[in-house]
C-alpha cells in the first residue's frame, strides 16, 4: 500500500508534491479543500497524509486532531509556510509524524514519506499476524512447564516491566513475546521483531538505531531503526546473546534514557518502547566470556521466562501433534488425519533436538508422505527407519574415521533433502543450521537435485 492523500488550499503545491510522488512510484490523490479532502480519506485507504497549516475552513490543526480520532495509527505529515518552533511542538503534541516547511526540499519530503509509508506497512503486517493468530491458542501444551508460563505471560502482559525469555532454538520464544504483547495495553501498536543472531556486527546499530544519510559508506539515504518504529508498542530482541558489545552499550543507554540517536545524528530521539529479549545461550557464562554486559543482562532479566525442551515435556506432543495435524490439513487441502496411540508414542520417544519446530516439520512430512487418514507405528518406521545397505556401504567403503563422519553426513543431508522436496530452508530449519551452511556442505559434498 502505497497511497497518498494531499490536503492543501494550494493547488501548485498540490501538483508540485504530486509530480515528485508519482516519480517515486506513489499513487497519489490531492484536494485543495479541508472538508473534502477528510470525506476523501475516510472512503479511501491511505498510508499517509500530507497537510497544510493554514487553510481557509479550517486549520490543518483542526484536520489533524479530527484524522486522529478517527484514525489514530495513520501518519500525518505537516506541511507549512509558517515553520515556527511553536507550530512543529503543537502538531507533535497531537500527534504528527512529522513536519516539513515550505519550499519543500524534495529529499526530505520523499524520506518523510518512505518512513511514513514503512510504519504503515508494518502496522498492517503486525495485524494480519495477529488476525491469523486470533482463536487459537499458540502455546499449547499440558505440562505444568507450559501452564506455569501461560501464567507468567497472564501476569507480565498488562505491565510495561521488560522479559527476557530463554529456551533452546525451536521452543516457541517468538510465541511467548508476542503473547504477552498481544495480550498488553500496546497490543494495537507495533511489534518489532529483531533478530539480532542474523545481522552483520557492523549492520546491527544501523538496524536498531536508524542512520542519517552519509553516516557510513552506503548510507545514501535516511533510515529510521527498530526502536523508532516500535515505539509505543514492543521490540523483540530475538538472540540478543549473538549481539556486539557495541550495540549492547546502546540498547543500555536507550533503556536507561528513553532515548536513541541514529548513526551519525546527534539529535536524541525519545522512544517509548516495551523490550522483550529472547536467547539460547546462558548469558551468565556470556558475561563470564566478556561477550555480554553484566549491566544490560541486569535491565533485561527482570522477568525471566525459561521454555523447557520438548523432551523434557513430553506430554504436550500429543496437543500438539493434533494442532499441527488440523493446521497442516487445512494449508493443504488434505482430508482429516488421525495418529494412533502407537504412532504418538513412538514420536514421544524421539530426542527432539529441533524442539516444536521440529516436531512441526516432521508432521508435516508424514502427512504429506505417507497419506493416509490413520498413521499408524509402522508408517512412521518405515518412513523414518535407516538404510541398513546404504549404512554398510559407506562403513565398508571408508578408510578413515573421518571420511566416514563425512560419507555419513553426506548421506543423511542427501536424505533430509530428499525427504522435503528439496526445499533449502524447511531442510536447514530441520537440520538447524543456516541456509547458507547448508549451501555450503551441498557444495562441499557434490550434492546436486536429482541425485
Not at 299 to 305: D, S, Y
Not at 398 to 427: D, G, M, P
Amino acid at each position: 500500500m502505497k497511497s497518498i492523500l494531499i490536503i492543501d488550499d494550494e493547488i501548485q503545491i498540490c501538483e508540485s508534491i504530486k509530480m515528485i510522488l508519482d516519480l517515486e512510484g506513489y499513487n497519489v490523490a490531492y484536494s485543495t479543500d479541508a472538508l473534502a479532502g477528510m470525506k476523501k480519506m475516510s472512503e479511501g485507504k491511505f498510508s499517509a497524509l500530507l497537510l497544510d497549516i493554514q487553510m481557509p475552513e479550517m486549520s490543518g490543526f483542526e484536520v489533524l486532531k479530527k484524522v486522529k480520532e478517527t484514525n489514530p495509527e495513520l501518519s500525518v505529515i505537516i506541511i507549512s509556510a509558517h515553520g515556527s518552533v511553536e507550530n512543529a511542538i503543537k502538531a507533535t503534541r497531537l500527534g504528527a509524524f512529522d513536519f516539513i516547511e515550505k519550499p519543500i526540499d524534495r529529499d526530505k519530503l520523499l524520506i518523510s514519506v518512505r518512513n511514513a509509508v514503512e510504519k504503515a506497512n508494518l502496522l498492517t503486517e503486525n495485524k494480519e499476524i495477529k488476525k491469523t493468530l486470533e482463536g487459537e491458542s499458540e502455546i499449547l501444551g499440558n505440562s505444568k512447564a507450559i501452564k506455569d508460563i501461560l501464567q507468567m505471560i497472564e501476569k507480565v502482559a498488562p505491565l510495561n516491566t521488560r522479559v527476557l525469555i530463554t529456551g533452546d532454538n525451536g521452543t516457541g520464544k517468538e510465541l511467548v513475546a508476542r503473547a504477552i504483547h498481544n495480550n498488553s495495553l500496546r497490543k494495537d501498536k507495533p511489534f518489532i521483531e529483531v533478530n539480532c543472531a542474523a545481522i552483520p556486527n557492523e549492520l546491527i546499530e544501523s538496524e536498531l538505531f536508524g542512520h542519517e544519510k552519509g553516516s557510513f559508506t552506503g548510507a545514501v539515504q535516511q533510515r529510521i531503526g527498530k526502536f523508532e518504529l516500535a515505539n509505543k508498542g514492543t521490540i523483540f530482541l530475538d538472540e540478543i546473546g549473538d549481539m556486539s558489545l557495541q550495540a549492547q552499550a546502546k540498547v543500555l543507554r536507550a533503556i536507561e534514557d528513553g532515548k536513541i540517536e541514529r548513526v551519525g545524528g546527534g539529535k536524541k530521539i525519545n522512544v517509548d518502547v516495551r523490550i522483550i529479549a529472547a536467547t539460547n545461550k546462558n548469558l551468565q557464562e556470556e558475561i563470564e566470556k566478556g561477550n555480554f554486559r553484566e549491566d544490560l543482562f541486569h535491565r533485561l532479566n527482570v522477568i525471566p521466562i525459561h521454555i523447557p525442551p520438548l523432551r523434557e515435556r513430553l506430554e504436550d506432543i500429543p496437543i500438539l501433534i493434533e494442532h499441527f495435524a488440523n493446521e497442516i490439513i487445512k494449508k493443504h487441502k488434505k482430508a482429516p488425519v488421525s495418529f494412533t496411540d502407537d504412532a504418538i508414542k513412538m514420536l514421544q520417544s524421539l530426542h527432539w533436538s529441533g524442539n516444536v519446530r521440529e516436531l512441526r516439520n516432521i508432521v508435516e512430512r508424514i502427512i504429506i508422505i505417507i497419506d493416509k487418514k490413520e498413521i499408524t507405528r509402522s508408517d512412521i518406521e518405515i518412513l523414518f527407519a535407516p538404510s541398513q545397505a546404504n549404512l554398510d556401504d559407506i562403513i565398508g567403503g571408508s578408510n578413515s574415521f573421518q571420511e566416514f563422519k563425512e560419507k555419513a553426513e553426506r548421506a543423511f543431508i542427501l536424505k533430509q533433502l530428499k525427504a522435503n522436496n528439496w526445499n533449502i530452508s524447511k531442510t536447514a530449519g530441520i537440520l538447524e543450521i543456516q541456509r547458507s551452511h547448508l549451501y555450503n556442505k551441498m557444495k562441499k559434498y557434490g550434492i546436486e537435485k536429482g541425485e
